[in-house]
C-alpha cells in the first residue's frame, strides 16, 4: 500500500473522489460561514447578470442611436449607463472576492489546524508508516489544492455559470431559433469532459504519489548529507532525484495533453455552432426577421457566452487536483486517534512499574517481539535491561508511557493498570532521555523546560545538575541562546546532558533512558554519566544500555533474548552464573582491551 493510499481513509479512489463527495465532508466547515458564502454567490450572481447587461445596451445604441434619425436619449444615455454598469461590476466583483476568499482561507486555517491537531495525537505507529515528507506535504502544500477549489474554482463554478444562464436567457429572448443551436453544443461539450475528466483524475493521484517520493528524497539527502558526502553518493542521489524528476515531468506534460485538449476542443465545437448562427442569422435579415441592434447582441451574447464556458472548462485541472488532495487532507484528519485512556487521576506516582505476561508484536505472529515477559520494578530501583540487538528492548520500554499498547497481559504504575489512566496523567510521570536527541530550533531555556513555562531558577539549576551550567554560562546569550535545528550548535556530548537537564526539569517519578551514552567519546560519557548519577536519584529507572560497564551499578540486570528475559540478577550475580550476560561482557571487555 502506497503513502497516499494509507491516509485516504474515509474518501477513496474512483466514485467517492467527487466535488460532491467532497463539499459533503467540507459542509461543517462551511456552515459557520453561511453568511459570507451567502454575501459571496448573491454579489457574482451580480457579476454575472452585468455581463448580459453589455450586449442589451448595444441593441438600443445600434438600432436607435446611429443616422441621422437617431434617438438623443440612446446616443448619450446608452454610453452613461455603460461607464454605471462597469463601476457596478467592478464593484460588485470586488465584494465577491473578498467574501470567498475570508470564507476559504478561514477553511483552510481550520484543516490545517485540525491535520495538526490529529496528527500530534496520532498513535506511534502513525509515525512508523508515514514518512515526514508525506506529512508535511499534506499539511502545508496538499491544504492549499483545497483552498484553490474553494476560491478560484468554486468562484468559475458559481459566476460563470450564472453568466451562462442569463446569457442564455437573453439569447433565448432575443431569438429562441438561433439559441437552441447553442444549446445542442453543450450537451456535446459536456460528454467531452467526462471523458477527460476520468483521465486527470487517475494522472493527478499519480502525479501527486511522484510529488512525495520526490519529496522524501530530498528529505533523506539533507538529513544523511554527512554520509552522502563521506561516500561519495552524490552522483547517486543525482541519479535518484533526477530519475525521479524525468518521471514527474512526464505525468505533468501527459496532464498537459489531456487537461489541453478541452479547450481547443470546446473552441471548435463553438465555432460550428457560431458558423451556422451567422449563416441563419444572415437568411433572417434578408427576410426583415431581425434587426442590426438585434444581431450584433445575439452575436456578441453568444461570443460571451464561449468565455465563461471555457472557464468552466479550465477547472477541471485544479478541480481533479483538489479531489486528489482531498483524499490525503481527510484521510489524515481521519486517522485514528491514540486512545486518551481511562479517568482515574495521578498526580504523582509513587513510582511502582510491573509488567504482567506482557506479549506484544509489530504483526507477525510467527515472532513474537516480547514473549510472556514479567517483572516488577520497587519505587526508586534502578533496573537494567541487557541482551543482544532486537531482544526487545526498546519495544519493552516504550509500553508504559503507552506509544504502543501490548497485544496481552498489562503494564502497571502503583498497581493500577496504564490503561486506566488519564494519558496525559501517565506520561506526566514519566521522562526519556535517549540516544536519539531530540531538540527544538528555540532557547536552552525552552528547550530545557519543553511543554512547560520556563522558570529561569529551575532551569539554571537543571543545567547545573547536568553538568552543563559552565557551558551555557559561555553562551553569548546563556540560557537564552538559540541551538538551531536539533541542537546542531552544541556538541553530542552537550545536546544529550541537555535532555537530560530537560528530564531533571520535569522531574517525574519514572526515568526511562535508551542507550542514553551509547554514541559518545569517553570524555563526554563521563559528564553524562555523572548527570545521569544524578538524574536517577530516587526515581524508579527502567535503563538500556550497550555498554555494560554503564550498568555495573544497577540494582538489578535483566538479560532479554527472543523476546523473553533470559536471566536476571545484580552484575556480580550474573557474572557468577556464565550465561548470556557473561557471554555479552566477556566479548565487550576483550573488544576494549583490544
Not at 441593441?59 to 438623443?72: I, Q
Not at 501527486?208 to 563521506?230: F, M, P
Not at 535491561?385 to 504504575?413: C, E, I, Q, W, Y
Request: proline share 4%; glycine share 8%; charged share 15%.
Amino acid at each position: 500500500m502506497s503513502e497516499q493510499q494509507t491516509l485516504r481513509k474515509t474518501i477513496g479512489a474512483g466514485e467517492n473522489t467527487s466535488p460532491v463527495a467532497v463539499m459533503r465532508r467540507l459542509w461543517p466547515y462551511i456552515q459557520p460561514l453561511l453568511g459570507m458564502v451567502v454575501l459571496g454567490i448573491v454579489t457574482m450572481g451580480i457579476v454575472a447578470a452585468t455581463e448580459a447587461g453589455i450586449p442589451m445596451l448595444l441593441k438600443p445604441l445600434l438600432d436607435h442611436g446611429f443616422g441621422t434619425k437617431g434617438s438623443d436619449h440612446a446616443r448619450w444615455l446608452v454610453p452613461l449607463a455603460m461607464i454605471g454598469l462597469t463601476l457596478g461590476r467592478g464593484a460588485t466583483q470586488y465584494a465577491s472576492g473578498y467574501f470567498l476568499s475570508y470564507v476559504s482561507n478561514k477553511i483552510l486555517l481550520q484543516l490545517r489546524l485540525e491535520m495538526f491537531q490529529r496528527m500530534i495525537h496520532t498513535s506511534a505507529s502513525f509515525f512508523q508508516r508515514e514518512t515526514a515528507s508525506t506529512i508535511i506535504n499534506a499539511i502545508v502544500f496538499e491544504v492549499n489544492q483545497i483552498l484553490s477549489v474553494l476560491s478560484s474554482v468554486v468562484v468559475t463554478l458559481v459566476r460563470d455559470s450564472l453568466t451562462v444562464v442569463f446569457l442564455l436567457g437573453y439569447l433565448f429572448i432575443l431569438n429562441w431559433r438561433l439559441t437552441l443551436i447553442a444549446a445542442v453544443i453543450l450537451p456535446a461539450i459536456g460528454w467531452l469532459v467526462s471523458k477527460i475528466n476520468r483521465r486527470l483524475r487517475r494522472l493527478n493521484r499519480e502525479h501527486q504519489a511522484l510529488t512525495n517520493e520526490l519529496s522524501y528524497v530530498v528529505e533523506e539527502t539533507v538529513g544523511g548529507y554527512k554520509v552522502v558526502k563521506v561516500h561519495n553518493g552524490e552522483p547517486y542521489e543525482m541519479s535518484r532525484f533526477t530519475q525521479m524528476s524525468h518521471r514527474l515531468r512526464g505525468y505533468s506534460m501527459r496532464m498537459q495533453v489531456s487537461g489541453g485538449l478541452a479547450q481547443p476542443l470546446t473552441q471548435f465545437l463553438a465555432s460550428i455552432a457560431l458558423a451556422i448562427v451567422l449563416t441563419i442569422a444572415v437568411v433572417q435579415s434578408a427576410n426583415d426577421q431581425t434587426t442590426v441592434g438585434g444581431f450584433v447582441a445575439f452575436v456578441t451574447s453568444m461570443l460571451l457566452v464561449i468565455s465563461p464556458l471555457k472557464h468552466l472548462i479550465d477547472i477541471n485541472q485544479p478541480m481533479q487536483r483538489g479531489m486528489a488532495a482531498a483524499e490525503l487532507i481527510f484521510g489524515l484528519i481521519d486517522e485514528p486517534a491514540e486512545p486518551a485512556g481511562g479517568g482515574k487521576h495521578l498526580e504523582r506516582a509513587h513510582g511502582e512499574v510491573e509488567f504482567c505476561d506482557v506479549t506484544f508484536s509489530y504483526g507477525s505472529v510467527d515472532r513474537m517481539t516480547l514473549d510472556h515477559v514479567s517483572f516488577k520494578v520497587a519505587p526508586g530501583e534502578m533496573v537494567a535491561l541487557a541482551g543482544p540487538s532486537g531482544s526487545g528492548k526498546t519495544t519493552l520500554v516504550n509500553l508504559p508511557p503507552r506509544f504502543f499498547d501490548p497485544h496481552g497481559g498489562h503494564v502497571m504504575v502503583d498497581g493500577v493498570p496504564i490503561t486506566d489512566y488519564n494519558l496525559h496523567d501517565l506520561r506526566g510521570q514519566m521522562a526519556m532521555v535517549s540516544q536519539d536527541v531530540v531538540l527544538f530550533n528555540d532557547s536552552i531555556a525552552a528547550n530545557v523546560a519543553y511543554g512547560q513555562t520556563p522558570d529561569r531558577e529551575r532551569v539554571l539549576s537543571a543545567l547545573t545538575a547536568a553538568n552543563l551550567a559552565d557551558v551555557v554560562a559561555s553562551l553569548p546569550n546563556g540560557i537564552d541562546t538559540l541551538i538551531g535545528g536539533n541542537g546542531m550548535r552544541l556538541s553530542g556530548g552537550q545536546r544529550q546532558r541537555l535532555a537530560i537537564a530537560r528530564a531533571i526539569y520535569k522531574n517525574a517519578p519514572i526515568l526511562i533512558l535508551d542507550e542514553a551514552t551509547s554514541a559518545l567519546d569517553s570524555e563526554s560519557e563521563r559528564h553524562v554519566q555523572a548527570a545521569l548519577e544524578t538524574l536517577m536519584k530516587g526515581r524508579t529507572t527502567l535503563v538500556i544500555a550497550h555498554r555494560l560497564s554503564t550498568i555495573e551499578r544497577a540494582d538489578r540486570i535483566l538479560v532479554m533474548e527472543s523476546g523473553k528475559i533470559a536471566e536476571q540478577g545484580s552484575h556480580a550475580e550474573l557474572l557468577r552464573k556464565g550465561g548470556l550476560y557473561a557471554h555479552l561482557h566477556r566479548i565487550q571487555y576483550q573488544q576494549q582491551a583490544a
